[in-house]
T-cell receptor
Framework: EDQVTQSPEALRLQEGESSSLNCSYT??????LFWYRQDPGKGPEFLFTLYSAGEEKEKERLKATLTKKESFLHITAPKPEDSATYLC?????????????FGQGTTLQVKP | GAGVSQSPRYKVAKRGQDVALRCDPI?????LFWYQQALGQGPEFLTYFQNEAQLDKSGLPSDRFFAERPEGSVSTLKIQRTQQEDSAVYLC?????????????FGEGSWLTVV
């Protein structure tokens, strides 16, 4: 069964303090690994898709990396506006419908 | 439209009442998904449409839940005889292609509270 586990559940950082969020997954053939950002009361906002081990993608202060078992979302010199819940999801080959299996999310708070 | 649109944004239903939640996907998007998100949890898959065909309904929690997309665009998620455990955010998402390796865009969600 496809499964995603994110850690930590919550993370508090000072502005400028870099850190990483972890997403561990098991999937019967990885079609893609997705990162989303979710603000309170809003829907998930797409950040990145990674397709194969070794791939990296960057957007502003965020950088996502992928191995065969996990993905990391690195946040460099975060700002208070980076505070949100970050969701990781996998899309596998089983079922062939493109559905995403999500982790429970990491809630990030960045203090000024 | 510019994004996935959902209505109503907020719905309070009395236990036993039927509710209908609407989703307008991004124009031209073939794939449409419904997810359920409980407080503090990640979204959980409910059902998937490719155009008007419902290809996967494996995540629907009971036969009280029903979804349709009759013309391959707008979709409605219906919950009959609502119960307190149905309280959650219902997210609709769409994708240009078949959803396989395509970016999947989410709406803002419909917040359902059953009292």
């Amino acid at each position: 069964e496809d499964q995603v586990t994110q850690s930590p559940e919550a993370l508090r950082l000072q502005e400028g303090e870099s850190s990483s969020l972890n997403c561990s997954y098991t999937v019967s053939g990885l079609r893609g690994l997705f990162w989303y950002r979710q603000d309170p009361g809003k829907g998930p906002e797409f950040l990145f898709t990674l397709y194969s081990a070794g791939e990296e993608k960057e957007k502003e202060r965020l950088k996502a990396t992928l191995t065969k078992k996990e993905s990391f979302l690195h946040i460099t010199a975060p700002k208070p506006e980076d505070s949100a819940t970050y969701l990781c999801a996998v899309q596998g080959y089983s079922g062939n419908t493109g559905k995403l299996i999500f982790g429970q999310g990491t809630t990030l708070q960045v203090k000024p | 439209g510019a994004g996935v649109s959902q209505s109503p944004r907020y719905k309070v239903a009395k236990r036993g009442q039927d509710v209908a939640l609407r989703c307008d996907p991004i124009s031209g998007h073939v794939s449409l998904f419904w997810y359920q998100q409980a407080l503090g949890q990640g979204p959980e898959f409910l059902t998937y449409f490719q155009n008007e065909a419902q290809l996967d309904k494996s995540g629907l929690p009971s036969d009280r839940f029903f979804a349709e997309r009759p013309e391959g665009s707008v979709s409605t998620l219906k919950i009959q005889r609502t119960q307190q455990e149905d309280s959650a955010v219902y997210l609709c998402a769409s994708s240009y292609g078949t959803g396989l390796s395509n970016t999947i865009y989410f709406g803002e969600g419909s917040w359902l509270t059953v009292v």
